[in-house]
C-alpha cells in the first residue's frame, strides 16, 4: 500500500503543453468507459494445476462512481470464464489525487469440473464473487490497478479510460 501510494504522489499526470488541465472521471469529470487488460495474475499457492491467467473487460460509470462491469478470462485452471458485476469507485484515496479504490460485487461463470470446489458456493460453474482493487493514475486516462481475487492471488491490470 505504501509503494502504491508513494508512486501516486510522485508520477505527474500527463497533459497537454497549452491546454489547461481537464479533470477525468477520477477528478470528476464524466469519462463512461473503462478497458481492463490483465497480463498476470499472482497466485498465493503454487498449486501444479494452475495455468496463464488473461483477462479482458469493460466497465460502464453510469451514475458519479457507481459503474457495471463484466470481463471474459481464463481462469486459474485454462477454462474460459466470465464475470458481472456492479461496484462503486472512490476517488483520491487517503488523499492522494492519483489513487482509487474499487469494490465490486457479482456473479462469476466457468469453474467447472474438476475445479468446482475452487471457488467457495459453486453451482453448476456460477457462483457469486465480492472483489476490491486499488489503483493508481499514470495519467488522467490510463491507470495501473491491483485487484484482490479473494484469498487465491491478485491480478495486476493496465486500465484505459474513455
Given at each position: 500500500?505504501?509503494?502504491?501510494?508513494g508512486i501516486a504522489a510522485h508520477?505527474?499526470?500527463?497533459?497537454?503543453?497549452?491546454?489547461?488541465?481537464?479533470?477525468?472521471?477520477?477528478?470528476?469529470?464524466?469519462?463512461?468507459?473503462e478497458l481492463m487488460l490483465?497480463?498476470?495474475?499472482?497466485?498465493?499457492?503454487?498449486?501444479?494445476?494452475?495455468?496463464h491467467v488473461y483477462l479482458i473487460?469493460?466497465?460502464?460509470?453510469?451514475?458519479?462512481?457507481?459503474?457495471?462491469?463484466?470481463?471474459?478470462f481464463s481462469n486459474s485452471?485454462?477454462?474460459?470464464?466470465?464475470?458481472?458485476?456492479?461496484?462503486y469507485r472512490w476517488d483520491k484515496l487517503l488523499g492522494y489525487e492519483?489513487?482509487?479504490?474499487?469494490?465490486?460485487?457479482?456473479?462469476?461463470?466457468?469453474y467447472v469440473a474438476?475445479?468446482?470446489d475452487k471457488v467457495?458456493?459453486?453451482?453448476?460453474?456460477?457462483?457469486?464473487i465480492i472483489s476490491l482493487a486499488l489503483g493508481v493514475l499514470v495519467t488522467p486516462k490510463d491507470a495501473l490497478q491491483v485487484t484482490m481475487l479473494g484469498s487465491s492471488g491478485l491480478m495486476f491490470s493496465y486500465n484505459r479510460r474513455f
Open positions: 500500500m505504501a509503494l502504491v501510494a508520477v505527474p499526470l500527463a497533459q497537454a503543453q497549452d491546454a489547461p488541465a481537464v479533470p477525468d472521471s477520477a477528478f470528476g469529470t464524466p469519462s463512461k468507459w490483465s497480463p498476470y495474475t499472482l497466485h498465493y499457492s503454487k498449486e501444479t494445476d494452475y495455468s473487460g469493460g466497465e460502464y460509470y453510469y451514475s458519479g462512481s457507481w459503474m457495471v462491469g463484466g470481463a471474459y485452471f485454462g477454462q474460459d470464464s466470465g464475470v458481472g458485476y456492479v461496484g492519483r489513487l482509487y479504490g474499487k469494490a465490486m460485487a457479482g456473479i462469476m461463470y466457468g474438476p475445479y468446482e467457495p458456493f459453486n453451482h453448476n460453474g456460477w457462483s457469486p
